[in-house]
């Protein structure tokens, strides 16, 4: 390896401390002072290494290494400080000590760079109060006015706060981002890294089957209109349709029957449906294949309201094709494959080349603090983080 791993490996487990619950799992969200303890050790340890850093005006936490030649975009890596409650220690933090790590070993090495190296410590990537992907989406420049002047104020944050930070596109060569798979996809094949070719796309859709709430002893079968039966038939017909599809993954998470009471036919169920996928057009046509299976429901009145619509990212080929070359460097076997959850890297795809790597989750466990990774996965994802960054250095 060229990174030091065991240095590495002991400031992602000393970050992981702050905040951790016993029991109880990761307590950071973003605006909270845990999530300032724990940007405040990045930023530490960024000054000991010798970079310059800095805070933005919605959090976001930025090291700058100068590289040789000063004309050059710089080269960003990193991912989120901030974790869902009860989470665990690296889903976001690794990324981070990662590109700190990289940037440690080519500054000590003095291994040749020609880009500036900029770790970012992206705030609010969760979701919560300013909505997922904030820190990220904010550096983009992807949020729009007006701002809920209301929430910024709950989390200290100003319009203009979000306005100034705003990257210059024209500064960024690129963005590296590792991040655990959370998922089973490599612990299932027993490969150490996954090299992924973009970021799903996801759209939700409120559903509503409203038919007539009446007596559950005195109606007779025949002729009740009970949401919940067609909603169950519904869905029964929907997901024989998608056992059939492998393009696409979808969910039911969310279902409600009103008025919801044991003695009564339920007169309305509303239910979130979620498609994701790596293309756009299959998400509109799994949706659009729903709704012709909502509209033979005869017996109820139904509607299909989009709430989320957010587009599928392509990953960058010739970061894809860096990430590989370092693992043929390193002598590690590596796979391409999609990432069905969001990351920071989707709003940075829409400004730079964006690219990902992955290291497996035991179980596919993640958001939860039964989160694990081993310690040489993890150290393994780093250093090929690190040779990664390199590679692209060497062909941007
Ligand atoms: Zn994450």
């Given at each position: 390896?060229?990174?030091?791993?065991?240095?590495f490996?002991?400031?992602?487990?000393?970050?992981?401390r702050?905040?951790?619950?016993?029991?109880?799992?990761?307590?950071?969200?973003?605006?909270t002072?845990?999530?300032?303890?724990?940007?405040?050790?990045?930023?530490?340890?960024?000054?000991d290494?010798?970079?310059?850093a800095?805070?933005?005006g919605v959090?976001?936490?930025?090291?700058?290494?100068?590289?040789?030649?000063?004309?050059?975009?710089?080269i960003?890596?990193?991912?989120?400080?901030?974790?869902?409650?009860?989470?665990g220690?690296?889903?976001?933090?690794?990324?981070?000590?990662?590109?700190?790590?990289?940037?440690?070993?080519?500054r000590?090495?003095?291994?040749?760079?020609?880009?500036?190296?900029?770790?970012?410590?992206?705030t609010?990537?969760?979701?919560?109060?300013?909505?997922?992907?904030?820190?990220?989406?904010a550096?983009a420049?992807?949020?729009?006015?007006p701002?809920?002047?209301?929430k910024?104020?709950?989390?200290?944050?100003?319009?203009?706060g979000?306005?100034s930070?705003?990257g210059?596109?024209?500064?960024?060569?690129?963005?590296?981002?590792?991040?655990?798979e959370?998922?089973?996809?490599?612990?299932?094949r027993?490969?150490?890294?996954?090299?992924p070719t973009?970021i799903?796309?996801?759209?939700?859709?409120?559903?509503?089957?409203e038919g007539?709430?009446?007596?559950a002893?005195?109606?007779?079968?025949?002729?009740?209109k009970?949401?919940m039966?067609?909603?169950?038939e519904?869905?029964?017909?929907?997901?024989?349709?998608?056992?059939t599809?492998?393009?696409f993954?979808?969910?039911v998470g969310?279902?409600?029957l009103h008025p919801?009471?044991?003695?009564?036919?339920p007169?309305?169920?509303?239910?979130?449906?979620?498609?994701?996928?790596?293309?756009?057009?299959?998400?509109?046509?799994?949706?659009?294949?729903?709704?012709?299976?909502l509209?033979?429901?005869?017996?109820?009145?139904?509607?299909?309201?989009p709430?989320?619509w957010?587009?599928?990212?392509?990953?960058?080929?010739l970061?894809?094709?860096?990430v590989?070359?370092?693992?043929?460097?390193?002598?590690v076997?590596?796979?391409?494959?999609?990432?069905?959850?969001?990351h920071?890297?989707?709003p940075?795809?829409?400004?730079t080349?964006?690219?990902?790597?992955?290291?497996p989750?035991?179980?596919?466990?993640s958001?939860?603090k039964?989160?694990?990774?081993?310690?040489?996965?993890?150290a393994r994802g780093a250093?090929?983080?690190?040779?990664?960054?390199?590679?692209?250095?060497?062909?941007?």
């Amino acid at each position: 390896m060229i990174i030091s791993a065991d240095r590495f490996l002991a400031d992602l487990e000393a970050l992981g401390r702050i905040g951790w619950v016993d029991g109880e799992g990761m307590d950071r969200p973003a605006f909270t002072p845990s999530y300032d303890a724990a940007r405040k050790f990045v930023e530490d340890r960024m000054k000991d290494a010798g970079l310059s850093a800095k805070i933005d005006g919605v959090g976001n936490l930025f090291g700058r290494l100068e590289g040789s030649d000063p004309s050059l975009p710089a080269i960003y890596a990193g991912s989120h400080l901030d974790a869902v409650p009860g989470g665990g220690k690296y889903d976001g933090p690794l990324g981070v000590m990662a590109a700190l790590e990289a940037a440690r070993t080519i500054r000590e090495k003095a291994l040749p760079l020609r880009h500036p190296l900029v770790v970012a410590g992206f705030t609010g990537e969760e979701g919560g109060e300013m909505g997922g992907t904030f820190g990220s989406r904010a550096f983009a420049g992807l949020l729009q006015e007006p701002f809920p002047a209301e929430k910024l104020s709950r989390v200290g944050l100003t319009a203009d706060g979000i306005l100034s930070a705003k990257g210059d596109p024209g500064g960024i060569a690129c963005y590296f981002e590792l991040h655990i798979e959370q998922g089973p996809y490599l612990e299932r094949r027993s490969i150490p890294i996954g090299i992924p070719t973009g970021i799903v796309g996801i759209s939700r859709y409120a559903v509503r089957l409203e038919g007539e709430a009446n007596h559950a002893g005195t109606t007779p079968m025949k002729e009740r209109k009970d949401a919940m039966r067609e909603a169950s038939e519904l869905l029964s017909e929907w997901f024989a349709w998608t056992d059939t599809r492998d393009d696409f993954v979808c969910n039911v998470g969310v279902f409600s029957l009103h008025p919801g009471a044991d003695a009564i036919v339920p007169g309305r169920a509303d239910f979130l449906l979620e498609i994701r996928s790596l293309r756009d057009s299959i998400m509109d046509e799994a949706a659009a294949q729903f709704r012709s299976l909502l509209e033979k429901r005869k017996k109820v009145s139904v509607s299909m309201e989009p709430v989320v619509w957010k587009g599928a990212v392509d990953l960058d080929p010739l970061l894809q094709d860096a990430v590989e070359a370092a693992c043929r460097e390193a002598d590690v076997p590596s796979v391409r494959m999609p990432s069905g959850a969001s990351h920071d890297a989707n709003p940075m795809a829409r400004i730079t080349r964006a690219g990902m790597i992955f290291v497996p989750s035991a179980g596919g466990i993640s958001h939860s603090k039964e989160e694990y990774t081993s310690p040489e996965d993890l150290a393994r994802g780093a250093d090929i983080l690190a040779r990664a960054i390199l590679e692209a250095d060497r062909r941007l």
